[in-house]
């Protein structure tokens, strides 16, 4: 009787066991997010108080004056979320500008962000555009314009799911987005933007210019246009 009762007690201790770790296995274990996952809506996060820092260069070109560089810095800070004018629930894009890290930042702009299972969109001046198509796929081109009647604009994404560097940061998971890359004789027009996951856009570059044709001397001169560097330095979450 003494070894029955010790066999009884010895199971109901492993059947305790097993009750509490398959509890905690259950509570620890989190569902796999179909959007993160297979959409790769991770690559522009949009959330309450989520802020990126950059540092910008700007140079603007014309024929008869020297370049015109501008170097200051931007905030843009997810604010209060609220639905638009469709229903659809969007974002407060705020951005904050100054000029170097001793200054304070001041109100600059304020756009919209929101996103869907399948378009991720900033409205820019109520210029709305699609950054990104989910689900994700690499040389697949849409028409970045198409919400706000302008000509197509054709972009597709580069580099899905690689590192990129950048000063100080590192980044493991990261896409291209091109949204030009044309250059002729004439004019030239390269546009990217790189997003890593869970942080959103890291850096963009962009050169849109016309050469000048008027004589052989001035070929490969630009005669004007822009040209803008704008890449992270620093983000987080207030």
Known sequence: MHYQSNFT????????????????TA???????PDSIELG???FPLETGRYIDYQVEDIQ?????????????????????????????????????????NNTWQLDSVWVAKRSLNQAIVIQSNLPLIKIVFPLEEAKPWDGNILNGLDQDLYEIANLNRAFAIDTFNFANTLKVIQGNDSSLVSMDKRNEVYAAEVGLVYKDSTVVTFCTETPDCFTQIESGRKSIQKVIGYGKQ
């Open 9 to 24: 007690q010895t199971l109901t201790y492993i059947l305790f066991l097993l009750i509490v770790s398959s509890t905690f």
């Open 27 to 33: 509570c620890s274990t989190k569902p796999l997010d």
């Open 41 to 43: 809506t991770t690559f």
């Open 61 to 101: 070109f014309t024929l008869i004056n020297d370049p015109d560089t501008n170097r200051y810095q931007i905030r843009e800070l997810v604010a209060e979320e609220f639905q638009d004018i469709n229903g659809d629930p969007a974002f407060r894009l705020e951005r904050f500008r100054r000029a170097t890290a």
